[in-house]
């Protein structure tokens, strides 16, 4: 299997965050996380990208344990992420913010970002071809040297996408990447994520605009306090009662 979990659990004090939570995710498929709020959907992102240490349980990319990796070195492995909220640098262009995001990510540190050396030189000019790719990629291409203040809200969320792409990843991680766009701009973003798929790259994104899941997904994972209540095809997932009662039975 190209990337999968087995029963991770994350701890936060006496909340089990995310408990005994096992997903696969086939290379090149689009797998959706979904679940009411505080049902760990963030926390398991967190586990799988590095950020916080796991409890108990492991992770998997490519047959290779990568469960105790620190977070820069699972970016440079092929795993890209967004962030719920992303934190852009609203007074530079639209290249810059993923010139600097690329360096903050596969950097061990700030320091390493700010100072460069002979060797980082040749770096930049390859992240620079790779910033210019990802933005390519998602059609971002004729605002490049715009200031991210000027640009509309659809086109800051194709901005995070390029920053999770600019580590030319083979899976990226995406926390709710439609939200507070209009309905009739997640379309856009849709065929971005399938986009993605079609060359390749596993994708998996938390999200709540369920018609937009419903057509895009070809797997829903489902938690709920913690815990994988389902998993299955978009049109299971509809019927499946355990989820009808996670939504409706509070
Ligand atoms: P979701 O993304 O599904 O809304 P989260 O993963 O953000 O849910 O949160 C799951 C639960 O874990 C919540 O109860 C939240 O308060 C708790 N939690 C998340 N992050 C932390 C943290 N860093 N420290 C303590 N509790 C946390
Ligand atoms: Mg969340």
Redesign the pocket.
Known sequence: MFFRTEGITKR?GG?A?VEDVSASFEKGSITAII?P????????FNLISGIHPITSGKVFFKDNDITKMPPQQIARLGIGRTFQTTNLFEQSTVLDNVLIGHRLRTKSGIWDAIFRTAREKEEEKRSYEKAMQALAFVELENVVEHPVSLISQEEKKRLAFALALATDPEMVLLDEPAAGVNPDETDGLAYLMRKMADHGITVCL?EHKMPMIMSLADKIVV?NHGKKIAEGRPDEIRQNEAVIQAYLGG
């Open positions: 936060f909340l965050a679940g709020n505080g049902a760990g959907k963030s926390t398991f938390i938690l």
